[in-house]
Structures are given as C-alpha cells and as structure tokens.
C-alpha cells in the first residue's frame, strides 16, 4: 500500500518523492551533421503541486560560462496516466463533477501494475515550439518515459522522438534523455545528477 503524504491528492502518491527543487550539472552529447557537440551544463528542476492530481514541472539549464549563458528551459504537468472520470476537470476550464475517483490510497492502489508500478504521462512544452507527450511507468523510485507524440511549430527544428529516465540514487536524481532529431535516430543526448535544494512543499490553489 502506498504511504502517502496527507497534504497531497492521492493520486500523487506515486510521485511524491520528486516534489521539491533540485539542482546540478549535466552533460550535453549529440551529433549534429559531422560533428558532435558536447557541453557542460548547470541545471535547476522543480516540481510542485496545487492541490489538484498533478505535478507541475519547471527546468532551466544553463552554459557552466563565466556569464552563465543560458542553454535550455522546458516546462509541463506530470501526471498517473488512467481512465477519464466526471471528477476529472475540464475539458477548458469546466469544474470537476462529483467526487474524485482516486480520492483514497486504496483506490489509487487499484491503478498498479502486476509488476508493481504505476503507469504515468508527462507533457512537456520547450520555447523552441516543440511538445513532447510522454507515456511510461513509475516503479518506486525509478521513472521510464517514451514520447507517444511529439507536435512540432513551423518554426522548431526537427524533432521525432524521445526517451527519459529518471530516478533516485543516494538522495540524488538522476536523468538521462535520448533524442531522435536533425535526422538522428534515438541517440543518447544528455544526462544529469541533481541533489536537493528545497524540501517538498504543498503549493496550495
């Protein structure tokens, strides 16, 4: 049975352990035409919550210069991928209905997997005009993600696929992403090690 913080919606049981603010470096690897590129980098992640059933997700990279140059930023909602119910909010800005179907841990624990973990989404938006849908599972402490859609603006350059994963390792998170892109098939693209910088907190609505 899961072990839930009170302060949270249920169904953010599975994911708990990500929210919070967590900082670090990283290694940027990827081949573009004949060369590859390869870069140093400082990054700051956060997750956090409104007291609704999902997170909210915020990452800012940056160049390890002397001007600290800016490098990447994404953000999204993570989320346990599972059947729409009346409870659920929207579609736009329509209220839930009625009482919500994962309100309890034992409901939610009737989402988990035969091998033990939950199936989960994360959507995740880059200012270069690039969404990334992400269907994968969460298993304790270990995150595996895949892209089921990738959305593309006239203006974003070539992008197909990816895959993530993270997980806690030593009170550290740790992520790895591969890319297919620029005509590449899925290469590993970057990675990090992140440790904690503020605890857990409930950002109320």
């Given at each position: 049975m899961l072990e839930l913080d009170p302060t949270l919606p249920a169904e953010l049981g599975p994911l708990q352990w990500l929210i919070g603010t967590w900082?670090?470096?990283?290694?940027?690897?990827?081949?573009?035409?004949?060369?590859?590129v390869e870069q140093e980098f400082g990054q700051r992640v956060s997750f956090s919550h409104h007291g609704q059933p999902y997170l909210s997700y915020e990452a800012y990279a940056w160049q390890l210069d002397d001007e600290l140059t800016p490098l990447a930023a994404e953000s999204g909602f993570w989320r346990l991928a599972r059947p729409a119910h009346d409870a659920d909010a929207g579609p736009g800005m329509l209220p839930p209905e009625g009482e919500p179907a994962y309100g309890d841990a034992e409901?939610?624990?009737?989402?988990?997997?035969?091998?033990?973990?939950f199936e989960i989404q994360a959507l995740i938006s880059h200012p270069t005009g690039v969404a990334e849908l992400y269907l994968g599972t969460i298993a304790g402490p270990r995150i595996d993600l895949a892209t089921d859609a990738v959305l593309r603006g006239a203006s974003a350059k070539e992008h197909s696929a990816s895959t993530?994963?993270?997980?806690?390792?030593?009170?550290?998170?740790?992520?790895?992403?591969?890319?297919?892109?620029?005509?590449?098939?899925?290469?590993?693209?970057a990675s990090g090690r992140l440790a904690r910088v503020s605890p857990s907190e409930a950002n109320e609505a």
């Open positions: 900082e670090g470096t990283g290694v940027l690897s990827f081949p573009v035409g004949e060369r590859t409901a939610v624990e009737a989402l988990r997997r035969p091998d033990g973990g993530r994963m993270y997980g806690l390792v030593e009170q550290h998170l740790l992520w790895a992403w591969d890319l297919a892109a620029l005509g590449q098939g899925l290469e590993s693209h």
